[in-house]
């Protein structure tokens, strides 16, 4: 059961948290903001300043839920040692350690809040941020009905190279398509399909994913197909459409493009399977699907290191302490951003430069814990 202490304990932390959090909505709100106003002034041509208030308002709120998953992590930690700091200030943490009360067992509500901000961000990660994730991939000056410039992508399984004119990732169409279909397995002659209006469907005909095609130039009764093609390239549910099987999606069409920070863990892990996309994107993925999964108990593990860095047994003041703890918690991010980044360009493997960071934590906690006052 929580104390009345540890319910103390718990609301400075959660403040402390949000505080930071604020705080750095804030800073990045107004350098944004101040950075951009010409671009989101082009959202009204006629000089009005609520369209340009509610395109602000809608884009710096979604743009919260990706701050949250971005530095979030690095907030829940220095909440802790804000809270603990401000405890030794206050002279409120030397009394229980002298009533006999474990060190550990007074931050066990730290260590909770932690969870509990870990969980909150969890949720957001798989369920909020895919869902604003088209509007943080349209320009800042452009409505979300007016769509986002397209990147052309290839299909690796097919070999079709994708393009078109607008893409809007939040009705999974696209407008003016043009698909170059390759020979000669797809077609016989080099064509460039072209589509007045293209529709991604999740489970099209045999439960395979692809884009649904009509207004086509030239028509479907007129192309040349191959073995492949025939596999590919299907008639569609109405005459004069065609449903062409594909595994790249919309927001993988993107200029702006949605790169992994914007998908939830089992999109992630289909897009791993999905022999659409390159090699590199798959590799790519499968390391941010180690980085979130390690990434929770790196959180905890980063709070055990830092506890005998703040309460220290022979201590050269509060002051010192929290430099102190500062210094090891910036080595820790510095040692943990170079695994990512090797293994961006695989020289480690995606589970090692993820679990390293955690293994190294486990050990340096529990070999700095008899450091800790008791």
Known sequence: ?????????????????????????????VFDAFTNADEFQKVSPDGSVWPVVRRMALFYACQSSLLLSLVGHMLCVLAVMITLVGVQRTGELHPLLAAGVPLYRIVLPLILGVVLINGAMIANQECLLPRVAHVLQTPRGRQLEQGIDVRPSLDFASHILISARRVFPSSSRLVDAEFVLPVPDVVTRLTTLKARRAKYVGRGPRGQSGWLLAGLDPSAETLLLGVTGREVLRPGPRPGTLFLVSGVTPDQLAKK????????????????????????AAHEQSLAVHARLTRPLLNIAAVFLAIPFLVRRESRGVVANLAMAGMVMLALLGAGEACLYLASFQVLSPDVAAWSPVVACGVGATWCARQAET
């Open 257 to 280: 493009s949605g790169s992994v920070k914007f998908l939830s863990t089992p999109e992630l892990l289909r897009r791993i399977r999905n022999p659409s996309q390159a090699a590199r």
């Open 1 to 29: 059961m929580l104390t009345t202490f540890d319910r103390y304990l718990m609301k400075r932390y959660f403040h402390a948290f949000f505080t930071c959090f604020v705080a750095a909505l804030g800073v990045f709100f």
